[in-house]
């Protein structure tokens, strides 16, 4: 349990500490100021395990080497988005890739095929060649709407990602919440995700949750440590009163069933 909070009330879930295997929280950063991330980190930086510096933002936004700095300062792990690795390759450009997350000083890099058609051996290979000298979390699935994988593919692909390897292979969903492993109105595509943690561990999953709604369906799911992503930098401290139960929608989840009755 985190020793940091303000009460130490009954009958909260057991949270890991960082650093973390389970219970993961990955934050996006859609391209926030350096005030605003030192005023995030302020608040929410003991909930945080990895920031995505998102889709192609640290190509445009001010003060990044800076930025990183502080989040690897507090004990977070940086990288940049995948769509941005995909900008690179497409270009053929991969050397160049390297050289720039290098000089970033990042630590951790994402591997992605969302927007490009990519061989998955070559993509394998990629995590391979990168995981010698980074972190790697590598992304499974489509960011169009109505681009279907079989589960059997999301598997096979997972596992063998981890094998080349991959950290933690993330579960496609964008910012938006409304592909991949969700519906195009965002409700979970409940027979792929089954599939899923059928064949795969789910501490070796990190499952993309932008909207509350679906942070809610994996913690009643998998338990208040289950790892998810594409956290909003608002929205760090509300995923963990959900995580805790300290909220309407997870409130009665983690006590136990003497407590679930009438008063």
């Given amino acids: 349990m985190a020793k940091n909070y303000n009460f130490n009330l009954s009958h909260l879930p057991e949270r890991t500490s960082s650093p973390r295997q389970n219970g993961v929280t990955m934050v996006m950063d859609k391209g926030i100021s350096l005030r605003q991330a030192e005023d995030f980190l302020s608040t929410s930086s003991d909930y945080v395990d990895f920031v995505k510096l998102g889709f192609g933002t640290s190509i445009i936004s001010k003060n990044v080497k800076e930025k990183i700095k502080l989040y690897k300062d507090a004990g977070i792990k940086v990288y940049v988005g995948g769509t941005l690795f995909e900008a690179f390759i497409v270009r053929n450009k991969f050397d160049d890739y390297l050289k720039y997350i290098s000089d970033l000083g990042l630590d951790c890099a994402e591997v992605s095929d969302g927007s490009i058609e990519l061989n998955h051996e070559k993509k394998c290979d990629y995590i391979n060649k990168l995981s010698k000298e980074f972190i790697v979390l590598s992304e499974v699935g489509s960011k169009e709407e109505g681009v279907i994988i079989h589960p059997a593919r999301w598997i096979k692909m997972m596992e063998n990602e981890l094998k080349a390897g991959s950290f933690k292979v993330i579960a496609e969903a964008r910012e938006s919440g409304t592909v991949g ?59 963990e009163t959900l995580r805790l139960g300290l909220r309407g929608d997870t409130f009665f989840t983690f006590l136990p069933e003497e407590m679930k009755q009438p008063f």
């Fill in 181 to 239: 492993i969700f519906h195009k109105n965002g409700s979970a595509h409940t027979l792929l995700i089954n599939r899923i943690v059928n064949k795969v561990k789910i501490e070796n999953i990190i499952w993309e949750t932008p909207l509350k709604s679906q942070q809610v369906y994996f913690l009643k799911l998998f338990g208040c440590n289950v790892n998810v992503g594409n956290i909003g930098v608002d929205d760090v401290i509300p995923l």
